[in-house]
T-cell receptor, first 112, second 112 residues
Framework: GQQLNQSPQSMFIQEGEDVSMNCTSS?????WLWYKQDPGEGPVLLIA?????ELTSNGRLTAQFGITRKDSFLNISASIPSDVGIYFC????????????FGAGTILRVKS | NAGVTQTPKFQVLKTGQSMTLQCAQD?????MSWYRQDPGMGLRLIHY???????DQGEVPNGYNVSRSTTEDFPLRLLSAAPSQTSVYFC???????????FGSGTRLTVV
């Protein structure tokens, strides 16, 4: 079953606001990944995290690999209409090889 | 490069019919996966391959078969379609562990 708990399930925010979402697990992951899915398309990789405590940015996006290795956070600064979509966290474990486990996703809607 | 190409984009099947969803990648990636996406459940792994000739089951393999005769192609076969298999199916590929996956644009399947 689903091993990653992603929250919130959905968000409806004003353009220009900052956004935060997170992903937690009861077990340790070796790699955390954040994907965005636009309507009718496949997910696209935004940020990959490889070390506990790592903080990585990609433009207005910043993600962190939790110290416990059981969680990760994604922040979007100054949201714009094109940020609309579904954001997924995904994790990899050494014992799972290169298989990905996904969270259920956070639906982001921006009010312009 | 075309990336990951999935065909068809849309398909309607009758219960009991069989069909093959096609997936091809031109990036020489060893790892390939099939996921299904259902509302509120994120992406769930159906089958997985670490290279030509090697496949493994994912979280929800029942009712699906795969084979990997070449590095490029990873078709997914529905043996006897059921309404519970109505979903959006994504194929994805990865060059190595920890690099994340590149996704195709999906096949939307409806079983009536």
């Amino acid at each position: 079953g689903q091993q990653l708990n992603q929250s919130p399930q959905s968000m409806f925010i004003q353009e220009g606001e900052d956004v935060s979402m997170n992903c937690t697990s009861s077990s340790i992951f070796n790699t955390w990944l954040w994907y965005k899915q636009d309507p009718g398309e496949g997910p696209v990789l935004l940020i990959a995290l490889y070390k506990a405590g790592e903080l990585t940015s990609n433009g207005r996006l910043t993600a962190q690999f939790g110290i416990t290795r059981k969680d990760s956070f994604l922040n979007i600064s100054a949201s714009i209409p094109s940020d609309v979509g579904i954001y997924f966290c995904a994790g990899q474990k050494v014992e799972y090889g290169n298989k990905l486990v996904f969270g259920a996703g956070t639906i982001l809607r921006v009010k312009s | 490069n075309a990336g990951v190409t999935q065909t068809p984009k849309f398909q309607v099947l009758k219960t009991g019919q069989s069909m093959t969803l096609q997936c091809a990648q031109d990036m020489n990636h060893e790892y390939m996966s099939w996921y299904r996406q259902d509302p509120g459940m994120g992406l769930r792994l159906i089958h997985y391959s670490v290279g030509a000739g090697i496949t493994d089951q994912g979280e929800v393999p029942n009712g699906y078969n795969v084979s990997r005769s070449t590095t490029e192609d990873f078709p997914l076969r529905l043996l006897s379609a059921a309404p519970s298999q109505t979903s959006v199916y994504f194929c994805a590929s990865s060059p190595d562990i920890g690099y994340g996956y590149t996704f195709g644009s999906g096949t939307r399947l409806t079983v009536v």
